[in-house]
């Protein structure tokens, strides 16, 4: 049976990212012969040149066939003083809404060979393995009413709505726990219940949850206090579970735990496991086109593609054990450096995989 992996390198170093992690499985398709099709297409800046629309109609169509999507990253300052409705980063959120990807799994691992790579001191970070579950397709993201509106006073107004209805906060509620349940059986849900009232509702909503699955401990915290925690001790963390802008932010910032944004990566999926891979970094315009952005996080999110929509762990599971070995040779691209290590580009980096496979 083939399947059909969509790839959509986007803006900025998404292209040179995707085009060493396209290396990679083209390489794992033929060593475990898994009779995979692959298909480029356009979205985010490269979309809004070509088409004028950050989200194609064809894009979405094969997206929408498509077993898998594997995407790099959109955005740029050559897009940035457009109107939101035409801004790059709408492909992306349009794919994450019309696809139903709500669930947004973001493993922060340290690899033991980057803890010096860490911001944080190696005894509080040794070890470090947490999942954050970003809830990606309800929230302030997507609330309506949106938009400037102008007052009667003559000053105009900012707005965005917080909300999630009771049955978004299940079915990402449920993921959450079965992750726990799958780990090390904690689950942390954040929110700023103490102030909007959106947020009452998913820590009720949670505790509601928790008898479906009494072998895991629930544990709720702001997420103020969260982002301190996680600099301050982030091994009292397993499974992470939260609305989508808090999940945007606390996971950058769990990022550096593991050394750099460019070692994290990101699966979002939808009810039947249909899913997106991606880098949860950006289009970094500051080093876009140089060839020296780290690839293993979208490489490390190949991996996810291939355990978690297309069964494949064998194949998920080799990809990962190379990534280790090309760290145990010291390989190291600029933003994951430090003492004792060889500086690559990205595509040595990719190479380094790919022979490691
Ligand atoms: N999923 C996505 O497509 C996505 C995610 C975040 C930001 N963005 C977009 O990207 C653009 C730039 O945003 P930003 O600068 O806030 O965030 P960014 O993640 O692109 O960059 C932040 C910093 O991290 C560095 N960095 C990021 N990825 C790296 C990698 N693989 N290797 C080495 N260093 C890396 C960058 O050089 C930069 O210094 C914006 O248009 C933003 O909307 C897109
Ligand atoms: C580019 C942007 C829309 C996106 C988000 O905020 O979700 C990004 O920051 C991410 O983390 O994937
Ligand atoms: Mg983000």
Do not use: C
């Given at each position: 049976?083939?399947?059909?992996?969509?790839?959509?390198?986007?803006?900025?170093?998404?292209?040179?990212?995707?085009?060493?992690?396209?290396?990679?499985?083209?390489?794992?398709?033929?060593?475990?012969?898994?009779?995979?099709?692959?298909?480029?297409?356009?979205?985010?800046?490269?979309?809004?040149?070509?088409?004028?629309?950050?989200?194609?109609?064809?894009?979405?169509?094969?997206?929408?066939?498509?077993?898998?999507?594997?995407?790099?990253?959109?955005?740029?300052?050559?897009?940035?003083?457009?109107?939101?409705?035409?801004?790059?980063?709408?492909?992306?959120?349009?794919?994450?809404?019309?696809?139903?990807?709500?669930?947004?799994?973001?493993?922060?691992?340290?690899?033991?060979?980057?803890?010096?790579?860490?911001?944080?001191?190696?005894?509080?970070?040794?070890?470090?393995?947490?999942?954050?579950?970003?809830?990606?397709?309800?929230?302030?993201?997507?609330?309506?009413?949106?938009?400037?509106?102008?007052?009667?006073?003559?000053?105009?107004?900012?707005?965005?709505?917080?909300a999630y209805t009771e049955s978004e906060i299940r079915r990402i509620g449920r993921v959450a726990f079965e992750a726990a349940q799958q780990r090390g059986k904690k689950l942390c849900s954040v929110d700023k219940a103490n102030v909007l009232e959106v947020t009452v509702l998913w820590r009720e909503i949670m505790n509601e949850l928790k008898s479906e699955y009494p072998d895991v401990e629930l544990s709720h915290m702001y997420v103020d206090n969260a982002a301190m925690q996680l600099v301050r001790a982030p091994k009292q963390f397993d499974v992470i579970v939260t609305g989508n802008m808090f999940g945007d932010i606390l996971s950058d910032e769990a990022a550096m735990l593991t050394g750099s944004i460019g070692m994290l990566p990101s699966a979002s999926l939808n009810s039947e496991k249909q899913g997106m891979y991606e880098p949860c970094h950006g289009s970094a315009p500051d080093i876009a086109g140089k060839g020296i952005a780290n690839p293993l996080a979208t490489i490390i999110s190949a991996a996810m593609m291939l355990r978690y929509s297309?069964?494949?762990?064998?194949?998920?599971?080799?990809?990962?054990?190379?990534?280790?070995?090309?760290?145990?040779?010291?390989?190291?691209?600029?933003?994951?450096?430090?003492?004792?290590?060889?500086?690559?580009?990205?595509?040595?980096?990719?190479?380094?995989?790919?022979?490691a496979l």
């Open positions: 049976m083939s399947r059909n992996v969509l790839l959509l390198p986007g803006d900025g170093i998404g292209p040179e990212i995707v085009a060493e992690a396209e290396k990679i499985l083209h390489a794992i398709n033929e060593k475990f012969d898994l009779k995979l099709t692959f298909d480029t297409g356009l979205v985010g800046g490269a979309a809004l040149d070509e088409a004028d629309n950050p989200l194609p109609d064809d894009t979405l169509d094969m997206a929408r066939k498509a077993d898998a999507i594997l995407l790099g990253a959109v955005g740029g300052p050559k897009w940035d003083a457009l109107p939101m409705a035409k801004r790059p980063e709408k492909g992306l959120l349009g794919l994450r809404s019309n696809l139903e990807l709500f669930a947004n799994l973001r493993p922060a691992i340290l690899y033991p060979q980057l803890a010096s790579a860490s911001s944080l001191k190696p005894e509080v970070v040794s070890g470090l393995d947490i999942m954050i579950v970003r809830e990606l397709t309800g929230g302030i993201y997507f609330g309506q009413p949106r938009g400037v509106r102008q007052l009667e006073s003559g000053e105009r107004q900012g707005y965005n709505t917080y297309l069964d494949e762990e064998k194949a998920a599971a080799a990809i990962e054990a190379a990534v280790n070995k090309v760290l145990d040779q010291g390989l190291r691209t600029a933003d994951i450096m430090s003492e004792g290590g060889t500086r690559v580009s990205t595509r040595e980096m990719g190479d380094a995989v790919l022979a």
